[in-house]
T-cell receptor
């Protein structure tokens, strides 16, 4: 099975722009979660999608949004970029709905905001 | 509020020495706890989870609800154990994981 695929791997944007990141989960996985990883804060949960619905949401401003398609692929959008949005964005997929789930992580998208 | 604390950012031990990576959590319900590891230039991956009560690569972790801890232990550290280790809690509302800030373990030959 192919692993979790995130595209693009690297992005450079300027303040005020918007960006869309993509995540393809492992085949058969219906849950996709997004995380922001920074040196100071570690991994912070953004949101989780399951069967095209946002099921859980972290404490990030509304500029951060996402969606999931019927094939379980997910996109994350950040609008009006700020310098502080520079981070590694990780996507993780898991197979089950509820219960004890193992998350499989992608390699991440490194976003730099100038 | 849910919170995971890893008090040590950096930890160095000699090869063959015991190693313990600390993790404390705060959560009002029944926690699901995990240890994830990230080796150099690799993806974050699951090391072990408390529900399985397993030993992976010689590592074990016991959930202590009284002390709200889930420390990771290995009796004899190996050089290949050098990595970043993250403790994580699933808030049992689906998949909403709270990660600690991580501990970078270096095993000195």
């Amino acid at each position: 099975k192919a692993g979790v695929t995130q595209t693009p791997r690297y992005l450079i944007k300027t303040r005020g722009q918007q960006v869309t990141l993509s995540c393809s989960p492992i085949s058969g996985h219906r849950s996709v979660s997004w995380y922001q990883q920074t040196p100071g804060q570690g991994l912070q949960f953004l949101f989780e999608y399951f069967s095209e619905t946002q099921r859980n949401k972290g404490n990030f401003p509304g500029r951060f949004s996402g969606r999931q398609f019927s094939n379980s692929r997910s996109e994350m959008n950040v609008s009006t970029l700020e310098l502080g949005d520079s981070a590694l964005y990780l996507c993780a997929s898991s197979s089950q709905g509820r219960g004890i789930n193992i998350q499989y992580f992608g390699a991440g998208t490194r976003l730099s905001v100038l | 509020a849910q919170r995971v604390t890893q008090p040590e950012k950096l930890l160095s031990v000699f090869k063959g020495a015991p190693v313990e990576l600390k993790c404390n959590y705060s959560y009002s319900g029944s926690p699901e706890l995990f240890w994830y590891v990230q080796y150099s230039r690799q993806r974050l991956q699951l090391l072990l989870r408390h529900i399985s009560r397993e030993s992976i690569k010689g590592f074990t972790a016991d959930l202590n609800k009284g002390e709200t801890s889930f420390h990771l232990k290995k009796p004899f550290a190996q050089e290949e154990d050098s990595a970043m280790y993250y403790c994580a809690l699933n808030a049992n509302t689906g998949n909403q994981f709270y990660f600690g800030t991580g501990t970078s373990l270096t095993v000195i030959p």
